[in-house]
């Protein structure tokens, strides 16, 4: 079983004389900055100089220091920025600025795991990973409870990295909902795979894919789009509530039948093995070595062809004039 700590076995104690410096400031920085600030820690912002961020954090109530310099002030150095650009910026402005006994955290494993960024001995490297967006980790907050995360500790120096980690776990609001234990590599793999095969990748391509089925077989794309796609959220949201079988309770009895049925003919165990691939291809380090070689050739536009491939797609033309007709002041 996994070990799970829940808001009343943990303390801020560990960490109240202690600052963190939170580099970077966008959806995670700017949450978890705000709601460690709101629950009494000493935290400092680090960003580039004179940019937005800069003026965001500041109006905030932050203060606001060069990278460089958040580094060299904080016991704690967590790292937010982007996943890309963390090798570089830890190599110029992070690495040289280190002192012993620091703490060097992330909420994703993936520089520590895939060797972007590698950490002195004489520090703690340590991970909280919210499992929801910055906006969300914000609003259970406010809302008096929390984000669920789980957490790590790469590298032990001081002894007192769990107390660390666990510490701003409960400032950020986790331990209200409540945290896990995992490894850096656990974190990383699992979080990939999810993306690639089922949250992101394989969840989207799946609509895209019954979209057309029916387009193909002379359906209304408007009505195709609707029951593809616009109602996925209601069943989504039921899976999460309540879990599968408390989906299956929840839908029409056609609907459970139907499903029940039918969705491992679409899902079948040929998907598993294709399922695996993409998990052999993220444990052995292939996807990441593709993933780095794509961005240092073409950075930001190495989704370009895909993006433009789906934006021409008639699901995405039909979703648009849907989503304006429920919708009209929204802006996509």
Same mark, same amino acid.
């Given at each position: 079983?996994?070990?799970?700590?829940?808001?009343?076995?943990?303390?801020?104690?560990?960490?109240?004389?202690?600052?963190?410096?939170?580099?970077?400031?966008?959806?995670?920085?700017?949450?978890?900055?705000?709601?460690?600030?709101?629950? %009494?820690?000493?935290?400092?912002?680090?960003?580039? /100089?004179?940019?937005?961020? $800069?003026?965001?954090? #500041? &109006? =905030?109530?932050?203060?606001?220091?060069?990278?460089?310099?958040?580094?060299?002030?904080?016991?704690?150095?967590?790292?937010?920025?982007?996943?890309?650009?963390?090798?570089?910026?830890?190599?110029?402005?992070?690495?040289?600025?280190?002192?012993?006994?620091?703490?060097?955290?992330?909420?994703?494993?993936?520089?520590?795991?895939?060797?972007?960024?590698?950490?002195?001995?004489?520090?703690?490297?340590?991970?909280?990973?919210?499992?929801?967006?910055?906006?969300?980790?914000?609003?259970?907050?406010?809302?008096?409870?929390?984000?669920?995360?789980?957490?790590?500790?790469?590298?032990?120096?001081?002894?007192?990295?769990?107390?660390?980690?666990?510490?701003?776990?409960?400032?950020?609001?986790?331990?209200?909902? %409540?945290?896990?234990?995992?490894?850096?590599?656990? /974190?990383?793999?699992?979080? $990939?795979?999810?993306? #690639? &095969? =089922?949250?992101?990748?394989?969840?989207?391509?799946?609509?895209?894919?019954?979209?057309?089925?029916?387009?193909?077989?002379?359906?209304?794309?408007?009505?195709?789009?609707?029951?593809?796609?616009?109602?996925?959220?209601?069943?989504?949201?039921?899976?999460?509530?309540?879990?599968?079988?408390?989906?299956?309770?929840?839908?029409?009895?056609?609907?459970?039948?139907?499903?029940?049925?039918?969705?491992?003919?679409?899902?079948?165990?040929?998907?598993?093995?294709?399922?695996?691939?993409?998990?052999?291809?993220?444990?052995?380090?292939?996807?990441?070595?593709?993933?780095?070689?794509?961005?240092?050739?073409?950075?930001?536009?190495?989704?370009?062809?895909?993006?433009?491939?789906?934006?021409?797609?008639?699901?995405?033309?039909?979703?648009?004039?849907?989503?304006?007709?429920?919708?009209?002041?929204?802006?996509?």
């Amino acid at each position: 079983m996994a070990q799970i700590w829940k808001d009343e076995d943990v303390s801020l104690d560990p960490i109240k004389d202690q600052i963190i410096a939170v580099l970077g400031y966008g959806i995670q920085g700017n949450a978890q900055s705000n709601n460690m600030k709101d629950s %009494g820690l000493n935290v400092i912002v680090g960003v580039k /100089e004179g940019g937005s961020s $800069w003026q965001k954090a #500041q &109006a =905030d109530g932050h203060k606001v220091m060069s990278i460089s310099d958040a580094t060299k002030a904080g016991d704690i150095i967590y790292v937010l920025i982007p996943d890309m650009v963390q090798a570089k910026v830890y190599k110029e402005e992070i690495g040289p600025n280190l002192s012993e006994g620091n703490a060097l955290s992330f909420s994703h494993a993936a520089a520590i795991h895939w060797k972007w960024i590698e950490a002195p001995n004489n520090i703690d490297v340590i991970m909280i990973a919210p499992k929801g967006p910055g906006s969300k980790v914000r609003e259970t907050y406010q809302q008096g409870f929390g984000t669920p995360s789980i957490v790590a500790v790469h590298q032990d120096y001081t002894k007192k990295a769990w107390e660390r980690t666990l510490g701003i776990a409960k400032a950020i609001g986790s331990t209200k909902a %409540g945290v896990i234990k995992t490894t850096f590599k656990e /974190e990383v793999e699992t979080d $990939w795979f999810g993306e #690639q &095969a =089922d949250l992101c990748g394989g969840c989207a391509s799946m609509v895209i894919k019954s979209f057309e089925t029916l387009v193909e077989a002379g359906y209304q794309p408007e009505i195709a789009y609707f029951e593809v796609l616009h109602e996925l959220k209601l069943i989504v949201d039921m899976i999460q509530r309540y879990g599968i079988n408390g989906m299956w309770r929840r839908v029409s009895e056609t609907a459970r039948y139907g499903g029940l049925t039918r969705g491992s003919v679409v899902m079948n165990a040929e998907t598993k093995e294709r399922m695996k691939k993409v998990l052999e291809e993220i444990q052995n380090g292939t996807f990441n070595e593709e993933w780095i070689s794509e961005y240092q050739k073409n950075g930001k536009n190495a989704f370009d062809r895909y993006m433009k491939e789906l934006d021409s797609h008639q699901i995405e033309q039909v979703g648009k004039k849907m989503r304006q007709m429920m919708w009209p002041d929204s802006k996509e």
